[in-house]
């Protein structure tokens, strides 16, 4: 599999993209279309954590 990475500010590239989805082994993933939506809980474990002191971790004795 290879990626190609096309800016489509132009004309001349959206004509491109559009040509490329006619081909049929050929698949075009519009990356702005396609955003990750987060669980809210998540988010705010992860913003809860940043908040904690961090706890230091002697390696020598971690796996006795």
């Known amino acids: ?3 190609v ?9 959206k004509q491109l993209v559009e ?3 006619t081909i049929k082994y050929v698949k075009v993933v519009d990356n ?3 955003k990750m ?3 809210p809980s998540f988010v705010k474990k ?3 954590r940043e908040n904690q ?3 230091k971790v002697d ?3 971690l796996w006795k």
Do not use: F, G, H, N
């Open 5 to 13: 990475v096309i800016d489509t500010r132009t004309k001349e590239a």
């Open 59 to 61: 390696l020598d004795k």
């Open 37 to 39: 939506d987060y669980s």
């Open 53 to 55: 002191p961090s706890v």
């Open 19 to 21: 040509y490329l989805k």
């Open 32 to 34: 702005q279309k396609e």
């Open 1 to 3: 599999m290879t990626t």
């Open 46 to 48: 992860i913003k809860e």
